[in-house]
C-alpha cells in the first residue's frame, strides 16, 4: 500500500479498515446469496440485490472517509510547510544582518589575508543561504505550495537578470561566466519564475563545482522549442560530488518536471558537463504593459 505512507499511522489504520470492510461485506453477500440459492433458489435474487445494495452503501462511505483523510493529510502537510518557512524566514535575518556586515568589510581597506578571510567568510554565509533555500523549496515541492502560472514571456530579460545576478560570484571565485542570448527578442511560453528558480539552481551547481575555466549561459533556438543551455568546464563530473550539488540538482529536475520542461544532464570526466532546459517557443511576443 504504498500511495497511503504519506498519511499518519492512525490515517493508515482507518484506509485498511474501510477497506477491509468493504471487502469482508462482499465476501459476505456472495456467501449469503449463494447459501440461499441452494436452500430456497426462490430468495436469491433478493438477497443478491440486497447484498450489492449494501456493498454499494459501502463503498460510498469508503471513499468519503478516503477523501476525508487525504484532505487532512494535505492540511497537515500545508501547516507543516507553513512552520518550515517561519523557521527559515527567522534565521534568513540573522543571516542577512551578517551579509550587510561582510560587504561593509569588503568595501573597507583590508590587509590581504583579511580580506581572504572576509572572502570565505562571504563564501560560507552564501553557502547556508543557499541550503536554505534548497531545504525550503524541497519542502513547497512536497507540501504542493508551489503552483505553476504558464504565460508568454519574454526570455532575454530573465537571462539578463541571471547574469547580472551570478557575475560577480564568477568573479569571486576566479572563474568565466560568459552569456550569450540573441540579440532578438526570444518568446516561450512557460512559468517564468520557476524557469528562473531552474536555471538559478543550475547557476549555483556550475559555480560551485567549477574550480577553474568557465561557464557559459546560452540559448539555441528551433522551430518550436527553444533550449537553454548551462556548459562547465567541471574536473569532477560525478552528480552525487557533494550534498549541496545534489540538492540544487533534485530541486532543479523537481521543479523542471512541475513547469513540464525537460532537463537534461550530460558530463564527460574531465571536459566539463552541461544541463539544458527545453521550453515551447511562441511566434508571438507577449503583450508589453
Given at each position: 500500500m504504498a500511495p497511503f505512507r504519506q498519511y499518519s499511522t492512525a490515517s493508515r489504520a482507518l484506509v485498511y479498515a474501510a477497506m477491509a470492510?468493504?471487502?469482508?461485506?462482499?465476501?459476505?453477500?456472495?456467501l449469503a446469496y449463494?447459501?440461499?440459492?441452494?436452500?430456497?433458489?426462490s430468495w436469491a435474487q433478493p438477497i443478491l440485490w440486497l447484498g450489492l445494495a449494501a456493498l454499494l452503501v459501502e463503498i460510498g462511505v469508503t471513499r468519503w472517509?478516503?477523501?476525508?483523510?487525504?484532505?487532512?493529510?494535505?492540511?497537515?502537510?500545508r501547516q507543516q510547510v507553513c512552520v518550515f518557512a517561519a523557521a527559515v524566514h527567522d534565521l534568513r535575518q540573522p543571516l542577512q544582518a551578517a551579509t550587510l556586515f561582510v560587504d561593509s568589510l569588503?568595501?573597507?581597506?583590508?590587509?590581504?589575508?583579511?580580506?581572504?578571510t572576509t572572502q570565505r567568510l562571504d563564501l560560507s554565509i552564501q553557502s547556508v543561504r543557499d541550503t536554505l533555500d534548497d531545504l525550503l523549496d524541497i519542502s513547497n515541492l512536497d507540501g504542493g505550495a508551489i503552483s505553476v502560472k504558464q504565460k508568454p514571456f519574454s526570455?532575454?530579460?530573465?537571462?539578463?537578470?541571471?547574469?547580472?545576478?551570478?557575475?560577480?560570484?564568477?568573479?569571486?571565485?576566479?572563474?568565466?561566466?560568459?552569456?550569450?542570448?540573441?540579440?532578438?527578442d526570444v518568446c516561450?511560453?512557460?512559468?517564468?519564475?520557476?524557469?528562473?528558480?531552474?536555471?538559478?539552481?543550475?547557476?549555483?551547481?556550475?559555480?560551485?563545482?567549477?574550480?577553474?575555466?568557465?561557464?557559459l549561459l546560452g540559448v539555441r533556438q528551433q522551430a518550436s522549442q527553444v533550449r537553454i543551455q548551462v556548459w562547465d568546464t567541471r574536473i569532477n563530473t560525478q552528480k552525487s560530488a557533494s550534498e549541496s550539488s545534489a540538492r540544487c540538482q533534485l530541486v532543479a529536475n523537481r521543479v523542471a518536471a512541475l513547469i513540464q520542461s525537460p532537463l537534461i544532464?550530460?558530463?564527460?570526466?574531465?571536459?566539463?558537463?552541461?544541463?539544458?532546459?527545453?521550453?515551447s517557443r511562441r511566434t508571438t511576443a507577449p503583450l508589453r504593459p
Open positions: 470492510t468493504v471487502i469482508a461485506t462482499g465476501l459476505a453477500a456472495g449463494l447459501l440461499v440459492a441452494r436452500s430456497d433458489p472517509s478516503l477523501r476525508a483523510i487525504q484532505a487532512r493529510a494535505e492540511e497537515e502537510k569588503l568595501h573597507a581597506p583590508l590587509s590581504p589575508q583579511l580580506l581572504t526570455l532575454n530579460a530573465v537571462l539578463h537578470t541571471l547574469a547580472a545576478e551570478f557575475t560577480s560570484q564568477a568573479v569571486a571565485k576566479n572563474v568565466r561566466l560568459r552569456f550569450y542570448c540573441p540579440t532578438a516561450v511560453h512557460s512559468d517564468p519564475q520557476l524557469v528562473q528558480k531552474v536555471l538559478r539552481k543550475l547557476l549555483i551547481n556550475a559555480i560551485a563545482q567549477t574550480q577553474q575555466g568557465g561557464i544532464f550530460q558530463s564527460k570526466m574531465g571536459q566539463g558537463a552541461v544541463s539544458t532546459l527545453t521550453l
